[in-house]
């Protein structure tokens, strides 16, 4: 007797199935080795990056209007969530529903922040590797330096948010990115992943809210281009209006939507939906990681 492939058939996955799936795959997650990890999440940086890049291309000296472009702007910069999720990646964001594992009692607080630690260390190395090439490779040149002047005004934009806007703005932005992987994982071909995805990131870049892992390519991409005459021409900036592109804004902008994805994407999308179709079903009996972790093969 034959035994059917899990992703076989024609109809999606349930949203309890899609559940319990992330919930197993969180616990690999926080069990998987270190080289690995990093490795992956390398990965992921660079492929966000590379959908931002597609993004700003898109939308340089677009004469749409504010909505039509915001709107091809995000279509472009789901490229970054489709790499993650189909070429497999680990990224940040989207590892904050690895809490459904930690509140179902099969992994511990200390495994779940070692994954997100590795993960985003390893995604800021990716997104810096591709602002890196991108300038040097002076991609922000073309269009006669429209794509260095939208890169170099985006980039502004972000560290001039307070720290309170971009929290908030963290909290929609991931939230939209943890649906967009909680549909992708209730697909069974690659087609219904990537339209599953593409929905929900292009209406998180459409209404202007913050990725972490993204403001790791754009605002260091803008710190690198504020020494450049024709970007900062291109972008109708001067020097002193850009006084902010440094690293102690870079950190302030970080820190703020990074505390915001977390209580978007693991609060009102992992654990929302752990309450909804996980908690009724949880074993007394099930082991606590000990204190020391699992055993770290990486």
Same mark, same amino acid.
């Given at each position: 007797?034959?035994?059917?492939?899990?992703?076989?058939?024609?109809?999606?996955?349930?949203?309890?199935? %899609?559940?319990?799936?992330?919930?197993?795959?969180?616990?690999?997650?926080? *069990?998987?080795?270190?080289?690995?990890?990093? @490795?992956?999440?390398?990965?992921?940086?660079?492929?966000?990056?590379?959908?931002?890049?597609?993004?700003?291309? %898109?939308g340089?000296?677009?004469?749409l209007?504010?909505?039509?472009?915001?709107?091809?702007?995000?279509v472009?910069?789901?490229l970054?969530? %489709?790499?993650?999720v189909? @070429?497999?990646?680990?990224?940040?964001?989207? #590892?904050?529903?690895?809490?459904?594992?930690?509140?179902? +009692? *099969?992994?511990?607080?200390?495994?779940?922040?070692r994954?997100?630690?590795?993960?985003?260390?390893? &995604?800021?190395?990716?997104?810096?590797?591709?602002?890196?090439?991108?300038?040097?490779?002076r991609?922000? @040149?073309?269009?006669?330096?429209?794509?260095?002047?939208?890169?170099?005004?985006? @980039?502004?934009?972000k560290v001039?948010l307070?720290?309170?806007?971009?929290?908030?703005?963290?909290?929609?932005? &991931?939230?939209?990115?943890?649906?967009a992987?909680?549909?992708?994982?209730?697909?069974?071909?690659?087609?219904?992943?990537?339209?599953?995805?593409?929905f929900?990131?292009?209406?998180?870049?459409?209404?202007?809210?913050? *990725?972490? %892992?993204?403001?790791?390519?754009?605002?260091?991409?803008g710190m690198?281009?504020?020494?450049?005459?024709?970007?900062?021409a291109?972008?109708?900036?001067?020097?002193?209006?850009?006084? +902010?592109? &440094?690293?102690?804004?870079?950190?302030?902008?970080?820190?703020?939507?990074?505390?915001? #994805?977390?209580?978007?994407?693991?609060?009102?999308?992992?654990?929302?939906?752990?309450?909804?179709?996980?908690? +009724? +079903?949880?074993?007394? &009996?099930?082991?606590i990681?000990t204190?020391?972790g699992?055993?770290?093969?990486?």
């Amino acid at each position: 007797m034959s035994v059917q492939h899990p992703m076989s058939g024609t109809e999606a996955f349930s949203p309890e199935q %899609i559940a319990r799936q992330i919930e197993e795959r969180g616990v690999a997650k926080a *069990h998987a080795g270190v080289v690995p990890t990093l @490795a992956l999440a390398v990965l992921a940086g660079a492929f966000i990056a590379l959908g931002g890049v597609l993004a700003t291309t %898109i939308g340089a000296g677009s004469e749409l209007g504010a909505g039509p472009t915001r709107l091809l702007m995000g279509v472009g910069f789901s490229l970054g969530l %489709i790499l993650v999720v189909i @070429a497999g990646a680990e990224l940040f964001t989207g #590892n904050n529903l690895i809490v459904m594992s930690l509140v179902s +009692r *099969h992994i511990g607080l200390r495994a779940l922040l070692r994954n997100w630690g590795l993960v985003y260390v390893g &995604n800021l190395v990716g997104a810096l590797s591709v602002v890196v090439m991108v300038f040097y490779a002076r991609w922000w @040149a073309q269009a006669d330096y429209e794509i260095g002047g939208a890169a170099l005004a985006a @980039a502004d934009a972000k560290v001039d948010l307070s720290f309170h806007v971009a929290f908030v703005r963290g909290i929609l932005a &991931n939230a939209l990115v943890c649906l967009a992987v909680w549909l992708a994982m209730g697909g069974r071909t690659v087609t219904d992943k990537v339209l599953g995805i593409v929905f929900p990131v292009t209406a998180f870049v459409a209404a202007g809210f913050e *990725h972490s %892992i993204a403001n790791m390519y754009f605002i260091p991409l803008g710190m690198f281009l504020s020494s450049e005459p024709e970007a900062m021409a291109a972008a109708g900036m001067t020097a002193d209006e850009l006084g +902010r592109l &440094n690293f102690p804004w870079l950190v302030h902008n970080l820190v703020a939507v990074s505390l915001g #994805n977390i209580v978007g994407g693991a609060g009102m999308v992992g654990v929302v939906y752990w309450f909804i179709y996980l908690k +009724r +079903r949880r074993p007394a &009996n099930v082991p606590i990681d000990t204190p020391d972790g699992p055993e770290d093969k990486g």
